[in-house]
């Protein structure tokens, strides 16, 4: 009787399971709770601190094992916010010489433990590959967040210092169980007013709850600050006024943030303020922010996104304006860069700036909201394409001079090393609108601290966090995720096409837009370059020469249409429609394909996600479900717009074995989005 009952509260219990809601808000961090608690005479630590004390915290709810010792050694300091990790059958021994690498160790065996791994005989030992690990937020004052879509900024600024939104906490807990340290609070199109007292003071509340999870705070600065905030005449860099400015205004940061970060800053850029406004360089602009923070040991990043209206490729401005500089930055200047050479697009080359400062520190800048990606409606497992950038070769300092060697410190010795992602969360329960989409956030904390991990690892310990270790469910979602992004890159963007969205919002397709009015180089003709002859950018010395800014042997590589990598051909080549692809197939036959690759693709994801509702929870799959949806009909949206426009150039039929398109080209170029947006 008592067995049969034992039973049937089990079933119920995998019944109201199956039907629970769960809204996503817990992420990765589903520990099942110890009724209980553990018993605080199986946690060992010596030292208290606001840092160890959540750490402990952490183990008495979630820990089942073995007892704990929290260890802290300076003879580990080699491993900076690293850890080592012991353990037998009784105990577990985590040493670091910092509080917050004690954390970290604490949600590594977390971890182990809600993935399923083995306790005993660990004999870890983990060093972070950068320092500063960090999220760019791109929140407005007003609550709005560029390019974001996940719902309005978790900062409540109107409420603030007040009222504290316990989100800020849970916000600070899910990136330190990844390792993330560093968080920029505001966009990079920065207002001047985050820096008025008032605002500082709203930091500075949020802070003091980021502090003992790790985590220090940054703020992006408008360059003109000086000028529109008191008033001075100008913001001239060299202006004794404005230096003093600075000084007084980061003295005043550190008198209420003794270990705020630094500043982040877009100068010059798409109509932001800058040095230049003066006749000075990004070097005299960055090194008198250098200079203030100095004292305290803040540090400067300071964009490398710059691109002006001119008739030079936009690809190759960042380079020209930054490799004259290499040398002239202070040491706590660190040059932060997009990954690829022109703005997050679904699939790019490696920025040819990585390797080219030999005398500068250099960061990369990923982006982990959807900008280009289906926003937060497609499913885009962005892992590989983060490895993608990191494990490529610049040759910069011969073979093996990957991106992230040259970054992380081992090639070129730099005082500060970084890396940094644009943050995809915002107010929605989930954070980050989709649910797959909490998998990005996640995938930046992991490869910011070992870049060496690899897509697979990642999607399997997220899946098995999140969602569960059933098999029938981790084998078919895990390969969807890491096809995810290739599948994206043909349904939008395959061989190397880039930029064809439609002004303002990019998410649907434009390839025809022709801004006359604005700048070319917000077109998508401009990158397609599509005519009668052929498609793609030529970037050969016959053309823009962009290829020259990359190291031997990558610029004859990426030079020679035969050896370029034709998932980058039209990238870097004009390409006449017949020319015969490695498979044989015509260069249009072979863009035919691939587009109709990223919508059969999309349709197995529907396919396979149906047949997972019985492994999790029905709200999360229904979101996830629907989202595909949205999916598919935008991978088919893609597809004919792309295949139909580009076809009023090739003239030639689309190959008869693919689905025919279902829209009219006329109708497709009626569509207007009011998603809103300058470029
Ligand atoms: C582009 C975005 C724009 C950003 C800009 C930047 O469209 O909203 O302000 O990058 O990174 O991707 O500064």
């Not at 935008?634 to 025919?660: G, N």
Request: proline share 5%.
């Amino acid at each position: 009787m008592k067995i049969l009952s034992k039973h049937i509260l089990a079933l119920l219990l995998i019944f109201s399971c199956r039907l629970s809601a769960d809204d996503g808000s817990q992420l990765w961090l589903r520990f099942p709770e110890n009724k209980k608690g553990i018993s605080a005479d199986k946690i060992f630590v010596k030292n208290s601190s606001p840092t160890l004390h959540i750490a402990s915290r952490e183990l008495m709810r979630y820990w089942q094992g073995q007892s704990v010792e929290l260890r802290i050694s300076k003879s580990l300091s080699g491993l900076k916010e690293g850890y080592t990790i012991i353990s037998d059958r009784n105990k577990i021994t985590i040493t670091s010489a910092k509080d917050t690498g004690l954390l970290y160790g604490v949600y590594h065996i977390l971890r182990l433990q809600q993935t399923k791994a083995p306790l005993t005989q660990l004999n870890i030992r983990e060093k972070p590959a950068y320092d500063v690990r960090i999220l760019n937020h791109w929140d407005n004052l007003d609550g709005t967040i560029e390019r974001g879509y996940a719902g309005h900024s978790l900062w409540k600024w109107e409420e603030l210092p007040d009222k504290i939104s316990p989100r800020y906490e849970e916000y600070a807990r899910a990136n330190a169980s990844v390792g993330i340290n560093a968080v920029v609070l505001n966009n990079v199109n920065a207002s001047p007013e985050m820096l008025r007292t008032d605002y500082l003071e709203k930091v500075k509340t949020i802070a003091g709850i980021f502090r003992p999870y790790g985590i220090k705070v940054y703020l992006s600065v408008n360059f003109s600050s000086p000028k529109i905030l008191s008033h001075l005449q100008n913001s001239d860099p060299l202006n004794k006024e404005v230096k003093h400015w600075w000084k007084e205004k980061t003295h005043e940061i550190y008198q209420l943030i003794p270990d705020f970060g630094g500043f982040l800053v877009k100068a010059n850029s798409e109509g932001q303020p800058g040095p230049q406004d003066y006749g000075r360089t990004h070097a005299d602009g960055a090194n008198m922010l250098a200079d203030a923070l100095k004292p305290y040991g803040g540090i400067v990043m300071w964009r490398a996104f710059v691109y002006s209206p001119s008739k030079e490729d936009r690809a190759k401005q960042a380079y020209l304006e930054f490799v004259p500089l290499d040398g002239k930055f202070r040491d706590n200047v660190i040059i932060q860069i997009k990954n690829g050479p022109i703005d997050f697009q679904p699939r790019e080359p490696f920025n040819p700036l990585f390797g080219a400062l030999r005398k500068t520190a250099e960061m990369v800048e990923f982006q982990i909201t959807q900008e280009y990606l289906g926003f937060s409606n497609h499913l885009v497992f962005l892992a590989p394409l983060f490895k993608e950038t990191l494990d490529s070769d610049t040759y910069a300092y011969g073979k093996g001079s990957t991106v992230a060697r040259i970054t992380d410190g081992s090639l070129h010795k730099a005082k500060i090393t970084a890396i940094s992602a644009v943050a995809n969360v915002g107010e929605d329960p989930n954070w980050t609108g989709h649910e797959f989409a909490q998998a990005n956030w996640y995938a930046f904390g992991r490869l910011a601290w070992n870049p060496d991990l690899t897509s697979e690892q990642i999607a399997d310990e997220w899946i098995k966090m999140t969602f569960t270790d059933n098999p029938r469910f981790l084998a078919p979602v895990k390969n969807m995720m890491l096809t995810s992004r290739e599948t994206a890159v043909d349904y939008m963007m395959p061989l190397g096409l880039h930029h064809i969205f439609a002004a303002g919002h990019h998410y649907g397709p434009e390839p025809w837009g022709d801004y006359k009015e604005g700048r070319p180089d917000w077109s998508p003709v401009y990158y397609h370059q599509a005519d009668s002859e052929g498609i793609g950018f030529d970037r050969t010395n016959t053309g823009s020469n962009a290829i020259s800014q990359y190291f031997s042997p990558l610029n004859e590589i990426y030079g020679n249409i035969k050896t370029c990598p034709e998932n980058l051909i039209l990238w870097f080549h004009h390409v006449p429609w017949n020319y015969r692809m490695k498979d044989g197939k015509t260069l249009w036959e072979e863009l035919c394909y691939k587009y109709d690759t990223g919508v059969k693709n999309v349709r197995e994801y529907q396919k396979l996600w149906d047949r997972m509702a019985p492994y999790i929870d029905a709200q999360r799959f229904t979101e996830v479900q629907t989202r595909l949806k949205t999916q598919a009909r935008d991978a088919v949206w893609w597809k004919d717009a792309c295949l139909l426009y580009f076809q009023t150039f090739s003239k030639q039929p689309i190959p008869y074995d693919i689905e025919r398109p279902v829209h009219n080209l006329d109708d497709l170029k009626k569509i207007k989005l009011n998603m809103g947006h300058h470029n």
